[in-house]
């Protein structure tokens, strides 16, 4: 049997160091990546240090414009703005994280789940989708407001759950995909169930398109925790948000287009981070999706 | 004492229904009643065109789907009569090598893992040296070097592909291998290659391999017997060398004219060839609209495989045509 | 093609039927008694009790659900707690303020994202291509409420040309009412069009490289033909898949401009029936909310019909 | 002589990769087709047969960089703008591709999409240029072409898609077709009578035949002469039937060696070793050498040139016979 001659030399190589130099050469991994970062540090620095506790009231100094009172001007009731945002960043990012991460959990469950099983199973998963899918964090909310009371746990609950039927939805399709791949026969033809065949198979094969998903849903988090906070629905006062910031701000747009402009800059900013991170990840991780 | 054989297929069919709650019911025929037997140590070739039920038949030898009537004994026992248990311990007797060299090795796994996928199946779970070690030996056994394992799989051309789909199949030492359109996505020259790495394995392995496929050079050229299948029934079957020289049954004579030949330069002098539209056909032999030798019995009756007598040439062969005798005599006096 | 109809519908009303049930369930668990809301709590448990005999609070769940259903089918979705009025009459009165809204928005965003999403396809890797790149996703990142802010901002705080908010009413004319729902409209379209720019891309882009395109170029057809004609009408099922599943998102941009403009809309009602705990009110927005989403994607799926005659041809 | 329906003069295609590198595929290749006439392209996967197919048709996608001259009918294809080149592709040449399942626009009738062509390049009505869509479909043997002419593509057969590809390519008599592997993804039986159909067209309506494939009984059945295509480089040239039965190449002759028939008493199939080189990987000198039986030291030295050992035969091998010994 004749040695065949080594194979022709391997195409861009798998390792991480290729990746990472290729994710150099993304410049919207970068920019996303670095946007993310930074808000998440002033995030967790809020927890320690903010230049002024945010809850502080300085009548006297109220509707103070950015640099005259406090980096960034003081609100209607003389609050340092500037640390508002810095909390309401914290506030902002642990809802939405932590909503993602249960929507992603249980929906990518329920999606290899569907493309395991098929069946009447697949039809009542994706006919109780449909059923969640058609109610909005915002009106989710109001229900679970009243029920809950409104605050941290009902806002993370109301977009936690909504994820769950975009994950699932994104799962199932990513995974029938694999399901009918030749491999997957093979492994079958090998004795192997359902569940060890989504553990080996499955699931690494489709961990790039969730990560993908997951930082676009962060994106979509952050949007939704800012428009429940906004009517009222997020965190009880006096804990700053940055939806509760624009609420507030609302009232005074003639006198203080600061205290509209500045949340609004910092949520788009935060959402556009996770959505370069997001489009940076797709190009890295899956080459054929390079410059879509 | 005549072994029995490795693999007995008896009256397999396989229906498929579509068409759901409100719509029209659908039943689409795959296989109709196949019968017929594998020997070990052989290569048993399957050839037919798209859509006569080849696949089917692969998936249901691999127990990867489940017939609608009649049973496959491997090695004497039903393999749907078996319980899961029992048919998963089984497995490690017949393994499946898939088309598309791009398509049946996962992306995500080292070689080394992918070909000792099918070993978790043996009772007492090889140990991580002696999987290597077993690795290794087969990867060099289909003409691979052992360092190839910490390789991915893009990192391979389409034959060495095939060589490690095949490294994977054989990993367990099973007695049966289903090869189905094995070496079609791969070139000329690599596709030799793999002809004569399977011939090898059946040499000095003894391993039985049910070679499917549509191109009947292919079968022609690797194949000890052949059965040919039509829209879901077998037609014909016999030692392939003679099944090729004298075809008993219209439908291979007319895949034996029809595949173009290296040797046959221009327009062949043939009448031309109407591939009028399949009718379903409920009665009668399904071939009859397109046969040019039917008559009236064809359309009434449906022709069972037969023998045709004992005749050196003529034992061991079987095919399912009122008129194969009319075919023979014609042969022999063109 | 009618075995396909009937099972779409029947999907449809299971799904609806669903929603319902799972709407009511998690009001009627709601803390808090109806009765006592209405009646003040001066109120003596014996007329507290006659009252929730007479809206039939004593009944068991079910009967309740069954009860509340029929009346959904025939129109008369219940009184409402604090005005006293049918609330039929209080969806009806609002819904001219959100549906022209949510329809214009629509219009809107559609107007941009498909022309915009299939020029940047056409020069795909061009200045226009990264231009709308960067623009869509702008319009994605910005939160549709605070684009409202900046347009009350700029319009009407500084320039004086709009009222910054309220809605005059249809009888008022239609050019002032629609004057008024052009801001809000445009602030809900601009999140939608970011999303749907972008599919419609990759849409396209995707379609391009399909064989058929190179045929109908071999055929002599130029560039511009072979895309309008060939690679855009097989994008619409990509793109009209996403203008379904964007509606949900659209319904609760909704909600939140209207806040921004103070239009009275429906979201507004669900948002004042949730401070005064009127049940009966929330539980009936939101079921009608949720069943504008099922209905939105149930005739999505039937533009899937024209669109790709494939599923047409399935009995 | 009049001058040839199709010469190529030394056309050589590049790709610019994605890292900025431009990687050279086709190179120096040169061949001349009179009308009326076949010839075969042979060569296995990647040997660059379908991107010189496309630069014929003047649809090389935006990556490639051809030089060297395409002359059809006396005019360069490579020196067109694309307006002009439109209104080449479709009268002067038609292109029928492999695969029949997505070569056809599912959303668009079948009868229109042979219908399109005539409507936007002739100026044919809608009405007229369907009616003619239904006699096409007829000369290639569609059985019912007046109902089917109306149905969608997913509803026909393989078999039925290709034909409404060749009456598409068909539509407005071109002086050349050009077949990229025709019946590659057909079934043996219909690949015969699509074969047969191509054969009539080319008979009857006197137009020149490029068939690129790497099934050698089709080339054997279908072409007068053959190119045999390897790793970019034409290797081999000349009338078919002497290229399939005495090949001056050695590559050729592992080709013909390689196919499947059978062998005396279970004899082995005879291989060529080794893989298709990729072509930024190809060995020093000639692009066969680190897989040919015959080769010696001088192979490696520099790429063998084409020579003309006898007038019509072509090859590119330092030991073909009739070469002078280095």
Known sequence: ?292 | ?334 | MTGLLLRRIASLVLTLLAVSALIFLVMDVLPGDPAAIMLGTSATPETLEALRRELGLDQPLVLRYLSWLAGVATGDLGMSYTYGVPVAGLIAERLVVTLPLAFLAILLSVAIAIPLGVASAARRNSVVDTAVGFLSQMFIAVPGFWVGLLLVLVFSVSFGWVPSGGFPGWQAGVLPALGALVLPAIALALPQAGVLTRVTRSAVIEVMNEDFVRTARAKGLPRRKALWRHAVPNALVPVVTILGLQFTFLIAGAVLVENVFNLPGLGRLALQALSQRDIIVMQDVVLFFAALVIVMNFLVDLSYLALDPRLRGRT | MTQPLLRIENLAISIDRPDGARQPIVTDISLTLEAGETLGIVGESGSGKSLLALAVMGLLPPVARPTGRILLEGRDLLAMDDETLCSVRGRRVGLIFQEPLTALNPAMTVGDQIAEGMVIQDGLSWRAARREAITLLDRVRMPEAARLSRSYPHALSGGQRQRVGIAIALAMKPALMIADEPTTALDVTVQAEVLDILDDLTRDAGMALILVSHDLGVIARMCARTLVLYAGRRLEEGLTRDVLTMPLNPYTRGLLRAVPRRQPQDGRLQTIPGTVPSFAALPPGCVFSDRCPERIDACHAAEPRWTYPVPGRGVRCIRAPGEAMP
């Open chain 1, 1 to 292: 049997m004749s040695a065949v001659a080594p194979s022709a030399p391997p195409r861009r190589g798998r390792t991480f160091a290729a990746a990472l130099r290729r994710g150099l050469a993304h410049g919207k991994l970068w920019t996303g990546g670095l946007v993310i970062g930074f808000i998440g540090a002033i995030a967790l620095l809020s927890l320690v240090w903010t230049p002024l506790p945010p809850a502080k009231l300085q009548i006297v100094q109220k509707l103070k414009p950015p640099l005259a009172q406090g980096l960034l001007g003081t609100d209607h009731l003389g609050r340092d703005v500037a640390s508002m945002l810095m909390v309401g960043a914290w506030n902002s990012l642990s809802i939405a994280v932590l909503a993602v991460v249960m929507g992603a959990l249980a929906g990518t469950l329920l999606g290899v789940a569907v493309a395991a099983r098929r069946g009447w199973f697949e039809a009542i998963m994706m006919r109780a989708n449909d059923v969640i899918f058609a109610v909005p964090p915002i009106l989710s909310a109001m229900m679970l407001g009243a029920l809950l009371g409104t605050g941290r746990p009902t806002a993370i609950i109301a977009i936690a759950v909504f994820m769950v039927p975009v994950f699932a939805r994104v799962t199932a399709s990513a995974a029938l995909q694999v399901w009918s791949r030749d491999y997957v026969q093979a492994a079958r033809g090998a004795g192997k169930g359902g569940i060890r065949i989504t553990i080996d198979h499955v699931l690494p094969n489709i961990a790039n398109q969730i990560i993908v998903q997951a930082t676009i849903q962060l994106g979509l988090a952050i949007l939704t925790e800012a428009g429940l906070s906004f009517l009222g629905l997020g965190m009880a006062p006096p804990a700053p948000t940055w939806g509760r910031m624009l609420a507030d701000a609302q009232t005074y747009l003639g006198r203080a287009p600061w205290l509209a402009i500045l949340p609004g800059l910092a949520i788009a900013l935060t959402v556009l981070g996770f959505n370069m991170l997001g489009d940076g990840l797709r190009d890295l991780l899956d080459p054929r999706e390079r410059g879509r």
């Open chain 2, 1 to 334: 004492m005549i072994e029995p054989p490795l693999v007995d297929i008896r009256h397999l069919s396989r229906d498929y229904a579509s068409g759901g709650l409100f719509a029209g019911r659908h039943v689409t025929r795959a296989l109709t009643d196949v019968s017929m037997t594998v020997h070990r140590g052989t290569i048993h070739g399957i050839v037919g065109e798209s859509g006569c039920g080849k696949s089917t038949l692969a998936r249901l030898v691999m127990a990867l789907d489940r017939p609608t009537s009649g049973s496959v004994l491997f090695e004497g026992e039903d393999l749907f009569g078996v319980s899961a248990r029992e048919l998963k311990r089984k497995r490690r007797d017949f393994q499946m090598v898939f088309q598309d060299p791009f398509g049946s090795l996962d992306p995500r796994q080292t070689v080394g893992r992918i070909v000792a996928e099918p070993l978790h199946v043996l009772d007492g779970k090889p140990g991580r040296a002696e999987r290597r070690d077993k690795v290794a030996a087969m990867l060099e056994a289909v003409g691979l070097s052992p360092d190839h394992a910490a390789r991915y799989p893009h990192a391979f051309s389409g034959g060495q592909r095939q060589r490690i789909a095949i490294a994977r199949a054989l990993i367990t030492e099973p007695k049966l291998v289903v090869a189905d359109e094995a070496v079609s996505a791969l070139d000329l020259s690599v596709q030799a290659q793999v002809l004569n790495l399977l011939m090898d394995l059946r040499d000095r392995r003894g391993v039985t391999v049910l070679f499917i496929t549509h191109n009947l050079a292919v079968v022609d050229a690797v194949a000890d017997r052949v059965g040919v299948m039509y829209r879901g029934r077998l037609v014909e079957s016999g030692p392939a060398q003679a099944v090729f020289a004298r075809p008993l049954h219209p439908y291979t004579r007319l895949l034996a004219d029809a595949e173009p030949d290296v040797t046959r330069f221009g327009r062949p002098d043939r009448p031309p060839l109407s591939v009028s539209a399949p009718i379903d056909v409920g009665v009668g032999c399904s071939f009859r609209n397109r046969c040019p030798r039917a008559v009236a019995r064809c359309a009434t009756e449906r022709p069972e495989l037969r023998s045709l007598g004992d005749e050196p040439d003529l034992r061991d062969r079987q095919t399912a045509c009122h008129r194969a005798e009319v075919l023979l005599d014609a042969e022999t006096s063109e």
